[in-house]
């Protein structure tokens, strides 16, 4: 991972991915670290919460800003969605 630092997702305890962020995102930093554990809790719960919240078929990931530590959800529309941009190392 970059920097000499791992990122563990504190709801599942699994290692977080590094992932491309978006060429023309208004977010700073590179990468983020995003947690892809299909069996993460948080990414679970998150598709009942979106339908209860605002009726759509979604959820979210957990990720990490390490530019500036930000966390929280990231909105994905399917199991397999923003996995074409995790970075291999």
């Not at 590094?18 to 069996?39: G, L, M, Q, Y």
Request: net charge negative.
């Amino acid at each position: 991972m970059n920097n000499g630092q791992d990122y563990t997702c504190p709801h599942c305890q699994q290692q977080m991915n590094k992932w491309r962020v978006p060429i023309h995102s208004t977010w700073n930093a590179e990468f983020f670290f995003v947690c892809f554990n299909d069996d993460c809790p948080y990414f679970r719960k998150g598709w009942d919460v979106i339908e209860r919240s605002v009726k759509a078929h979604a959820s979210y990931r957990y990720y990490i800003d390490p530019i500036n530590n930000n966390a929280g959800p990231l909105p994905v529309w399917s199991d397999t969605a923003l996995k074409d941009d995790v970075i291999d190392e």
